[in-house]
Nanobody
Framework: QVQLVESGGGLVQAGGSLRLSCAAS?????????IAWFRQAPGKEREFVAA????????SYAASVKGRFTVSRDNAKNTGYLQMNSLKPEDTAVYYC????????????????WGQGTQVTVSS
């Protein structure tokens, strides 16, 4: 199992930037897990944002954030990151970090482990 704690959310003006962090702890090595970011806006379903493989060699992005967001990880620090640039009001949501050792999650996007989320609010 792994425990995930997100941080770095906050209030930012449109066009600004934020970097979210996902700190992991647990018995299994962090480098065994693929990491993903999801978000959920008020009244909407949770949606996929970005994912990164255990090694960091491959990444995937939702079309709505591609070119603006960058997912990364530092396995030595047991931490994943989501750099968000050129933020828009429609990026306002609670952002969640997720992890799984199952490689099929790259396609299913059904992750076993989730953090509590961090609020990102983008003002216009």
């Amino acid at each position: 199992q792994v425990q995930l704690v997100e941080s770095g959310g906050g209030l930012v003006q449109a066009g600004g930037s934020l970097r979210l962090s996902c700190a992991a702890s647990g018995r299994t090595s962090f480098s065994s897990y693929a990491i993903a970011w999801f978000r959920q806006a008020p009244g909407k379903e949770r949606e996929f944002v970005a994912a990164i493989t255990w090694s960091g060699s491959s990444t995937s992005y939702a079309a709505s954030v591609k070119g603006r967001f960058t997912v990364s990880r530092d396995n030595a620090k047991n931490t994943g990151y989501l750099q968000m640039n050129s933020l828009k009001p429609e990026d306002t949501a609670v952002y969640y970090c997720a992890a799984d050792t199952d490689g099929s999650t790259w396609f299913t996007r059904k992750y076993a482990y989730w953090g509590q989320g961090t609020q990102v609010t983008v003002s216009s």
